[in-house]
T-cell receptor, first 115, second 120 residues
Framework: AQSVAQPEDQVNVAEGNPLTVKCTYS??????LFWYVQYPNRGLQFLLK??????LVKGSYGFEAEFNKSQTSFHLKKPSALVSDSALYFC?????????????FGTGTRLLVSP | EAQVTQNPRYLITVTGKKLTVTCSQN?????MSWYRQDPGLGLRQIYY???????DKGDVPEGYKVSRKEKRNFPLILESPSPNQTSLYFC???????????????????FGPGTRLTVL
């Protein structure tokens, strides 16, 4: 079965510093990978996705993620964090074995950016 | 404005009293899905629908029903709610794709604002 792991419950970073939110996945074959962000009392918002092609994916709000097939990872990164980036971040995966119909989410990582 | 709406946003009910949470999207999306969000567990898929009259179970379908009679609406039905269904529920929709036989949400999903349900 497909699964996603976000090993850190929380990531703390100072404003202006680079940030990384980790995600690893477990599927056989080629996955579709996504990052979503959830602000307080809001639904999830799409940040970026990897389907195929270039391993470095750029998304909204200056975020990017790198697909690493050998390490089965899809870490979210940003060169310079903002206080407004503080939110809950979810990695998700779908896979051809389920016809890409099921989307499995990780447990989420809370990002706290301090001024 | 393109959006997914859910009603009600907040609901407190008692065990066994049937309820329906409505979900509607105005983007003509084929794919719709329901998730529940619980602390430490992330989002788990309850049911999804590939198109009108096409629905299937997600990872946690027990105790829930859905229907898809119209493209825009995808209500979630709890026939006999129990306290373990206390959760935050999200509806989402996505444009389908014609590039594969089994089209799925390879496009971004648009999420509703959530429904916080408490079952006493």
């Amino acid at each position: 079965a497909q699964s996603v792991a976000q090993p850190e419950d929380q990531v703390n970073v100072a404003e202006g510093n680079p940030l990384t939110v980790k995600c690893t996945y477990s599927v056989s074959g080629n996955p579709y990978l996504f990052w979503y962000v959830q602000y307080p009392n809001r639904g999830l918002q799409f940040l970026l996705k990897y389907i195929t092609g270039d391993n470095l994916v750029k998304g909204s709000y200056g975020f990017e993620a790198e697909f690493n097939k050998s390490q089965t990872s899809f870490h979210l990164k940003k060169p310079s964090a903002l206080v407004s980036d503080s939110a809950l971040y979810f990695c998700a995966v779908s896979h051809m074995n389920t016809g890409f119909q099921k989307l499995v989410f990780g447990t989420g990582t809370r990002l706290l950016v301090s001024p | 404005e393109a959006q997914v709406t859910q009603n009600p946003r907040y609901l407190i009910t008692v065990t066994g009293k049937k309820l329906t949470v409505t979900c509607s999207q105005n983007m003509n999306h084929e794919y719709m899905s329901w998730y529940r969000q619980d602390p430490g567990l992330g989002l788990r898929q309850i049911y999804y629908s590939m198109n009108v009259e096409v629905t299937d179970k997600g990872d946690v379908p027990e105790g829930y029903k859905v229907s898809r009679k119209e493209k825009r609406n995808f209500p979630l039905i709890l026939e006999s709610p129990s306290p373990n269904q206390t959760s935050l529920y999200f509806c989402a929709s996505s444009a389908g794709t014609g590039s594969r036989k089994a089209g799925g949400p390879d496009n971004e999903q648009f999420f509703g604002p959530g429904t916080r349900l408490t079952v006493l």
